[in-house]
């Protein structure tokens, strides 16, 4: 994908974060993409660190990362859950993530560029983004991650929609 529109992306992301956290907007499209993540990973630990409400910050992640992922299937005109699928691997390649599904409910990550920025709590927080995302490409509002590679697994699974394993706690074979 080309380094404009992996900018681009990530410009989107710090905008939903921003209005998040009322933290003043990084400009960063004119950073090299690999620049611009990094910068991404530092802002978004920032605004973590200097919420005083947690609680309302995933909220507030969350709704404006669903209208992120609404946006994206309103302009591609998509409705096929297997052509949303493939778009949201190629959304997480574009920030350094290394996702792939295991079935239309679950995925693994294998590769996380946060994961050597963020604790497990930064993860928890701006893992309302992926629920908020997903959920708006998906319509689905159920996103629970069974491991994470940031509590020193070695690589996030996660369910969306209904899963009885998940929902209790466990944690499916890949």
């Known amino acids: 994908m080309s380094e404009l529109l992996k900018k681009m992306q990530i410009q989107i992301l710090i905008r939903a974060v921003s209005k998040s956290s009322n933290q003043k907007m990084k400009w960063v ?19 973590i660190q200097v919420s005083n409400d947690i609680e309302a910050l995933k909220k507030s992640l969350y709704q404006n990362a669903y209208q992120i992922g609404m946006l994206c299937k309103r302009l591609l005109h998509a409705s096929n859950a297997d052509l949303l699928r493939e778009l949201i691997v190629v959304l997480y390649q574009n920030i350094g993530i290394r996702l792939q599904w295991i079935d239309m409910h679950h995925f693994v990550v294998s590769e996380c560029y946060f994961s050597k920025y963020y604790s497990a709590d930064v993860c928890h927080v701006m893992s309302n983004m992926d629920a908020g995302i997903i959920s708006g490409l998906l319509d689905t509002d159920y996103l629970q991650f069974s491991q994470r590679i940031t509590e020193g697994k070695p690589m996030c699974k996660a369910c969306i929609g209904f899963c009885e394993v998940c929902s209790q706690g466990g944690v499916y074979d890949t």
């Open 29 to 47: 499209i004119f950073q090299p993409a690999k620049q611009a993540l990094n910068i991404f990973a530092l802002y978004t630990m920032q605004a």
